[in-house]
Every structure is written in C-alpha cells, then in structure tokens.
C-alpha cells in the first residue's frame, strides 16, 4: 500500500486547488501516468481539477521558431488555468515550457507577460510540487526493482529537478537506486531533435541506454514521457530487459495498472509488484 507523510511546517494553510496539466503524450500515450500524478496530489491534500480547455503547452510549435502557433497555445493555456492556486505537469519539459519560456514569448506584450508571470510562479513540476511545495516526505510503498534513474535535461537545467524524485522514492521499499555514469546526460529525444538530426539523436541514446546497462538495472525510472519512450524503444530494439517506467506511477503504487512503457500487457508478468 502506498502512503504519503506530511511535514506540517510550510505547508499551504488551506488545502490548495491544483489544476493538472496532464501533457500532450500522457494524453495520447500513457494516461496512467496523468491518473497516477492525480492520486499523489489528492493523497498529498490537495484537490485536483483538470480543465477541459487545456492543450499542448506549444513547445514543439516554438522550438521550431513558430512564435505565433505557440503564443496562440500559450494565451489558451493561460486562460485555461487562470484562478486555480497551483498548476502541476508529470514533465519538467513541458513545466519549462510553461515557467521559463512564456515569459519569454510575451516579452513584448506586458498585459500577457504579467499573466505569464502569473501563471509560471504556480506552475510546478509534479515531484517538485509534492517535496517543495507539499512538504511530501519519502513516499512508502513496494517495487521490488534495482533501478536508474534518468534526468532530464529541461527538468534538471531549467526547473533544478534532481533531489525531489529521488528524496520521494527512498521510501518505496524493495527499490534500489543504482546511479548511472552520465545519468545527466541528454538522451538523444530533444523534441523536435530527434526528428530533425535522427542519427545524432540514435548514437546519444546508445550512449545513454550504454550506461543504463552498466549499472545492471532492470528498471529505468524518470519524469519525461518523450525521454522514457525514446530509451525504452532503444533499449527493446538492441534486446535489454529493462522495463521503463514514469516516476508518478512508481510513487503513487499503480505499476499493476498498466505495463511498462513500450511494452506489452504480458510483460507485467516480469515486473514484481507488490
């Protein structure tokens, strides 16, 4: 069973509304990731709201210098999300997008840049949002699982994750945390990188998926679905058994729920989950 300690010092003083980003590939590739990251924030003490008008954040439409695609999306992002106290994303890719580059987008615009502003001062990273915010302590729960752990690099460089998902997963009992040569190290995905220069993109995740398997992990854990998909396809395509999982579904207990990433429904029968 899954449970969540509190620390009662710094915490909000009202039971917060926290309105969830649920991203654009858990959406259409792994909502159990999205019902995951729901049952972390109801257990932490928050109430969930998922607004209906929300869609892609526009980072694809901006990396590719299409400016007014994505401050199109970002003014419905905006509005979508106005007047609720928190917003949370299981992606620090997409929770970059939306606290570090909006801001960006409106420079020019000083009635969106404040509601820019706005919205990126409440917009957290899920395992940001539950160690930082919530004062979540070690989660506690059962994954019997020797286990990488990949940083991803908007994640890491923008928004500073790296502590919070490994401080929450030290209560989850039976998992052993093996760090890997690099675990910092791009994995190749980059959005739009990996369409636009496929064979660089190739060779760094074979560097990455390299030190996967020299920690001799069988299970691969991070917070970014286009990084997960991108090494568990790597991974299954050279024949490693390394079974990729989002670290919402780790923490909340819901492995049973679904298989790994990339992987078939009669693959959870590898994966010991108690």
Not at 69 to 84: N, Q
Not at 122 to 138: A, H, I, Q, Y
Not at 219 to 242: E, F, K, P, S
């Given at each position: ?153 908007s994640g890491l460089r923008e928004l500073?994750?790296r502590e919070q998902p490994r401080a ?48 001799g992990a069988d299970h691969l854990i ?53």
């Amino acid at each position: 069973m899954t449970g969540i300690a509190l620390h009662s010092h710094d915490m909000p003083e009202h039971r917060p509304t926290v309105g969830l980003f649920v991203t654009c590939l858990v959406d259409l590739m792994r909502p159990a990731v999205g019902f995951a990251a729901v049952k972390l924030l109801e257990q932490a003490g928050c109430d969930v709201v998922v607004p209906a008008a929300q869609t892609c954040c526009g980072q694809p439409a901006y990396n590719a210098g299409d400016v007014a695609d994505a401050k199109a999306l970002a003014r419905g992002v905006i509005d979508a999300f106005a007047r609720i106290d928190y917003v949370v994303l299981p992606s620090g890719s997409c929770g970059g997008t939306i606290k570090v580059h909006y801001p960006e987008m409106f420079a020019d615009e000083p009635a969106w840049l404040d509601r820019a502003r706005d919205l990126a001062r409440r917009t957290f990273e899920l395992t940001t949002f539950l160690s930082d915010v919530m004062k979540t302590g070690p989660i506690a729960g059962r994954l019997e699982a020797a286990t990488a752990y990949h940083d991803s690099c908007s994640g890491l460089r923008e928004l500073g994750i790296r502590e919070q998902p490994r401080a929450l997963l030290s209560g989850i009992q039976g998992l052993e945390l093996r760090e890997m040569d690099e675990a910092e190290a791009c994995c190749g995905f980059g959005g739009l990188f990996c369409v636009k220069y496929p064979e660089i993109s190739e060779k760094m995740v074979d560097v990455k998926v390299d030190a996967i398997a020299a920690t001799g992990a069988d299970h691969l854990i991070g917070g970014d679905m286009g990084c997960l998909m991108n090494m568990a396809g790597r991974l299954q395509r050279r024949g490693l058994d390394v079974h990729v999982r989002h670290v919402a579904e780790v923490l909340a207990g819901t492995c049973a729920d679904a298989p790994p990433i990339g992987e078939s429904e009669t693959s959870q029968a590898k994966t010991k989950i108690a």
